[in-house]
């Protein structure tokens, strides 16, 4: 008896520390995306050219553009980002690369209109210096929305 409890104790140890696996890159990386979201609801232009790598891509349901473009279009409400709600990110880092992954429902406002969206949302990040600069954002839309459990 004395040996199970030891042993489900050691398992219950064991799995927590395996959730806890993330890096201070990692971190970095999650708040970065968190950040980013919060700038694009608020259409702080200025916070995201800086972020924005100036080559990078945008992949939408409407389309795919360049940063002049991302950039344009945020700041004249084209697209308006109000509220990312995120239920799972993942963090991929290969050398000088980040590739997060979001599961988000995106509360935007698109042509006038207010809509509701399902989407694993791609970001790919790369390390210039100290700092990172995003160099793809692509959203991909599920087909029906997956509630966090």
Do not use: C
């Not at 398992?11 to 959730?19: D, E, N, T, V």
């Not at 919060?38 to 259409?43: D, F, R």
């Not at 963090?91 to 429902?105: E, G, H, K």
């Amino acid at each position: 008896m004395k040996t199970t409890v030891i042993g489900l104790i050691l398992f219950i140890a064991g799995m927590q520390l395996s959730f806890a696996q993330t890096s201070a890159a990692d971190e970095e990386i999650i708040k970065l995306s968190k950040d980013k979201w919060e700038w694009m609801a608020e259409k702080n232009v200025d916070t995201l050219s800086k972020l924005f790598h100036e080559k990078a891509v945008f992949v939408h349901m409407g389309g795919a553009w360049g940063t002049e473009r991302e950039i344009d279009v945020i700041k004249s409400g084209g697209i308006w980002y109000k509220k990312a709600d995120i239920h799972e990110v993942s963090v991929n880092i290969v050398d000088n690369t980040a590739i997060l992954l979001n599961r988000i429902d995106l509360l935007a406002v698109v042509g006038g209109n207010e809509v509701t969206n399902p989407f694993m949302v791609t970001e790919v990040y790369v390390k210039q210096g100290d700092s990172w600069k995003l160099t793809a954002l692509s959203f991909t839309r599920l087909l029906t929305p997956q509630r966090p459990q």
